[in-house]
Nanobody, 125 residues
Framework: QAQMVESGGGTVQAGGSLRLSCAYS????????LGWFRRAPGKERDWVAS???????DLADSVKGRATISRGRTENTLDLQIQDLQYSDSAMYYC???????????????????WGRGTQVTVSS
């Protein structure tokens, strides 16, 4: 069973930045699309960013210009860096992986078969 584990969450002041990291098992390798989602209390799970198996990245409008998704410096890791954090960025953040044979859109949770348990990000004043 593939595993994904997020880290790097915490409480950050508005305007600050943070880097989330996701470590995933070796079975998630090669032709997988990797993504980040977030869910604020009482809201739907929203797509944040993704990187496909060719390395192409995509960002939600809510974080475009402030966020970067990248394969981590360490093997089998995925990073998400967000700058100029806003109160609306407060949420539980999840990393996810979807196989290349899954043709659902990259911004849809249906695209991803494997999920981490999440890491909480809270933006404070």
């Amino acid at each position: 069973q593939a595993q994904m584990v997020e880290s790097g969450g915490g409480t950050v002041q508005a305007g600050g930045s943070l880097r989330l990291s996701c470590a995933y098992s070796e079975s998630i390798y090669g032709d997988y699309c990797l993504g980040w989602f977030r869910r604020a209390p009482g809201k739907e799970r929203d797509w944040v960013a993704s990187v496909d198996n060719y390395g192409a990245t995509d960002l939600a409008d809510s974080v475009k210009g402030r966020a970067t998704i990248s394969r981590g410096r360490t093997e089998n890791t995925l990073d998400l860096q967000i700058q100029d954090l806003q109160y609306s960025d407060s949420a539980m953040y999840y990393c996810a992986a979807g196989s290349a044979t899954n043709w659902s859109p990259r911004n849809s949770p249906r695209r991803y078969e494997y999920w981490g348990r999440g890491t909480q990000v809270t933006v404070s004043s």
